[in-house]
């Protein structure tokens, strides 16, 4: 192979190599510079200078705080837990937190309840599976609910007999179930709290509410104004059991002096407030004193079921 020309010595052909400008070098030597301290700088960052640690004691004390009350959610708080005598079938959830349980232990009931479960004798609420430890034993005393359920003498003789001695479908006695204890009717207008609580399935929080609204309307006219207490709202099976136990004597109410009272008094009544209680004051000042309590239908706003509810309360005298 024919050469095109002498190969130059090794020493020139570095030379060729690293021979720049003087712009070039100037390039190149700024180039290394940057290297240099970029290097310089990791390096400083890396060994020199340690990272700041941050502060999680706050964060701690946070997570500590959220996991002590989740805890406090689980257990039961019984230091404020007084029993009192109850059904379990138709008391309250705040009953049942009184009594000691926990939320998610009445949340737990409520499903089962809402499902069509019944406590049948008490031996039924210690099957509750989120009970703690002793907690059936302290209320067990307290349950409103037979120890167990009677067998009917059909099966007690068929336990005891022959197949032979078994009876026939047509000489089987239905027996009617046993009538519930008579319980002596309390007058509500008079009783106190005591009184109340003492009568099966009026717990604390029934007959705080009964009292509370019996207070607000100076006495209650009727029975079925129970059905306006806030806590046997939407409870129809509580509210039939609790009228069975009480009587009311209406001449016991108090009642508003129509002619005198202002409209701050009147507006206090649950059945009038402001949207009444104005324009029936206003009423009385424009056409003077009323001579009947039925005159105050003379006022727009009175409709027949506003008479109905307020006349009871009202007095002319």
């Given at each position: 192979m024919r050469m095109s020309g002498p190969l130059k010595p090794l020493r020139e052909q570095i030379n060729d190599l690293l021979s720049l400008h003087s712009g070039e070098r100037?390039?190149?030597?700024?180039?290394?510079l940057l290297l240099v301290l970029l290097s310089i700088w990791v390096v400083f960052?890396?060994?020199?200078?340690?990272?700041?640690?941050?502060?999680?004691?706050?964060?701690?004390?946070?997570?500590?705080?959220?996991?002590?009350?989740?805890?406090?959610?689980?257990?039961?708080d019984t230091s404020f837990a007084e029993p009192f005598p109850f059904d379990p079938n138709t008391i309250s959830r705040g009953e049942w937190i009184a009594l000691g349980f926990t939320t998610r232990q009445v949340d737990g009931i409520e499903r089962y309840m809402s499902k069509g479960g019944r406590f049948r004798v008490k031996g039924d609420v210690a099957k509750l599976y989120s009970l703690r430890p002793g907690q059936y034993e302290r209320l067990e005393s307290f349950i409103l609910l037979p120890d167990s359920?009677?067998?009917?003498?059909?099966?007690?003789?068929?336990?005891?007999?022959?197949?032979?001695?078994?009876e026939t479908k047509a000489e089987r006695v239905v027996r009617p179930r046993a009538d519930r204890p008579a319980w002596r009717k309390v007058e509500v207008n008079a009783a106190d709290s005591a009184e109340l609580v003492a009568?099966?399935?009026?717990?604390?929080?029934?007959?705080?509410?009964?009292l509370r609204y019996r207070d607000m309307l100076g006495g209650f006219v009727s029975?079925?104004?129970?059905?306006?207490?806030?806590?046997?709202?939407?409870?129809?099976?509580?509210?039939?059991r609790v009228r069975e136990l009480l009587v009311v004597d209406s001449l016991s109410v108090r009642r508003i002096a129509i002619n005198t009272c202002t409209v701050e008094e009147l507006a206090?009544?649950?059945?009038?407030?402001?949207?009444?209680?104005?324009?029936?004051?206003?009423?009385r000042q424009q056409h003077g004193p009323f001579r009947e309590v039925a005159d105050i239908r003379g006022c727009h706003l009175i409709d027949e079921d506003a008479f109905r509810k307020l006349a009871p309360y009202l007095s002319v005298e």
């Open positions: 100037r390039g190149f030597l700024l180039m290394m960052e890396q060994w020199v200078i340690r990272p700041k640690q941050p502060d999680l004691g706050p964060l701690m004390d946070e997570m500590r705080s959220w996991a002590a009350e989740r805890h406090a959610a689980s257990v039961p359920l009677s067998r009917t003498p059909r099966y007690d003789r068929m336990a005891r007999g022959s197949p032979g001695d078994r009568l099966p399935g009026i717990g604390p929080s029934f007959a705080r509410g009964i029975l079925d104004q129970l059905g306006e207490v806030y806590v046997l709202k939407d409870k129809p099976d509580a509210l039939d206090e009544h649950p059945y009038a407030r402001w949207k009444l209680a104005k324009p029936l004051i206003a009423y």
